[in-house]
C-alpha cells in the first residue's frame, strides 16, 4: 500500500469508525420526575420532605435571591430570571411535561442555582426535597 492509496482510504476509515462509535455511546436516556426523585432520596439516605423542599425554595439563605425569586412562590407557570428577565417554564412537573426529564440538565440547573441561592452546591436531600414539594403541585 503506498502514501497515495492511505491517504485515500482514511477519510473513510475515519468516517466509518466515527458513525460505529455513536451507534456505541449509550444514548441519552429520558427519565421521570419520579425517577429521579427516587435517586436522590437513594442518594440521601433519607426520605424527601415536601414541607422543607418548599422552604427551601420559598426563603433566602444569605444571599439576596431564593428559587421563588425567578421561579415564583408557586412555581406553576413561567418565571423570570431576576437579572436577565429571560422567561423561564413552569418548574411543577405537573404543568410542565418536559420538566425534571433530563437527567443532565436536572444536574446543570440545580448546580447552578444551588449555588446562586446557597453559594454551594445542593445535597442529595435537598434536590430530593424540592423536587418532592414540585411534584405536589397540582393543576
Request: proline fraction near 7%; hydrophobic fraction near 40%.
Amino acid at each position: 500500500m503506498n502514501l497515495f492509496s492511505l491517504s485515500a482510504t482514511f477519510p473513510r476509515a475515519l468516517a466509518a469508525l466515527t458513525l460505529a462509535c455513536a451507534a456505541l455511546a449509550p444514548a441519552a436516556r429520558a427519565v421521570t420526575p419520579a425517577e429521579q426523585l427516587a435517586g436522590y432520596t437513594a442518594q440521601a439516605g433519607a426520605p424527601a420532605s415536601p414541607a422543607r423542599g418548599q422552604q427551601l425554595f420559598t426563603n433566602k439563605h444569605g444571599g439576596e435571591w431564593s428559587c421563588s425569586s425567578c421561579h415564583g412562590a408557586v412555581p406553576i407557570q413561567a418565571g423570570k430570571h431576576a437579572s436577565t428577565g429571560k422567561t423561564i417554564g413552569a418548574m411543577a412537573p405537573a404543568f410542565n411535561p418536559e420538566r425534571f426529564t433530563d437527567p443532565a440538565k436536572t444536574e446543570k440547573w440545580f448546580r447552578r442555582n444551588c449555588k446562586d441561592v446557597l453559594s454551594r452546591e445542593c445535597t442529595a436531600g435537598e434536590k430530593a426535597d424540592v423536587l418532592s414539594w414540585l411534584m405536589t403541585l397540582k393543576p
